[in-house]
């Protein structure tokens, strides 16, 4: 083999090397907020974001089902997720439903919540740590 032909082929192998390891280490996100097994699954993400976007994604359940949240902080701060009434402003807030809040997760953790809405209506999701709530929020709807 000449010379001038080894580095093509060689830049060819290093190219399909580094495409092998980025398609591995990859993580697909979710395609929406609810889970192939029924619960939502929201992310806490870098730049005080809920699913990498302001406001977070709708979430949508039925009066007197069980509902299932993950949230799974990826940001660098730590990060909860309450269900509260629409019309609630920190620092009063209240979950609209028993059990509707995780704990304060730090970067990385997550935590799985289980609830049951009990009225129909608009509620918001927020994150309460102060100062969070004006960009961390989404809308919760119960039907």
């Known amino acids: 083999m ?6 093509p082929i060689a830049v060819a192998v290093v190219v399909v090397a580094a495409s092998a390891v980025a398609a591995l280490s990859w993580r697909r996100a979710p395609p929406s907020p609810r889970e192939a097994h029924g619960a939502f ?3 806490a993400d870098p730049g005080m974001r809920f699913g ?10 039925r009066v007197g089902q ?8 990826r940001d660098t701060v730590a990060h909860d997720l309450w269900v ?3 019309d609630e402003r920190a ?15 730090g970067p990385g953790e997550r935590e799985e919540i289980q609830f049951t809405p009990t009225r129909p ?4 999701y927020v994150c309460t740590v102060p ?4 960009a961390m929020f989404g809308e919760f709807v119960v039907e």
């Open 121 to 124: 209506g608009r509620y918001r």
């Open 41 to 43: 699954y929201v992310t």
């Open 131 to 134: 100062g969070h709530d004006g």
């Open 84 to 86: 509260v009434a629409a």
């Open 66 to 73: 069980p509902v299932e949240v993950v949230l799974e902080n």
């Open 52 to 61: 990498g976007r302001v406001p977070g994604p709708p979430l949508r359940a």
């Open 2 to 7: 000449r010379p001038s032909s080894a580095l």
């Open 91 to 105: 620092p009063y807030l209240e979950p609209a439903f028993p059990g509707a809040r995780t704990r304060l997760l």
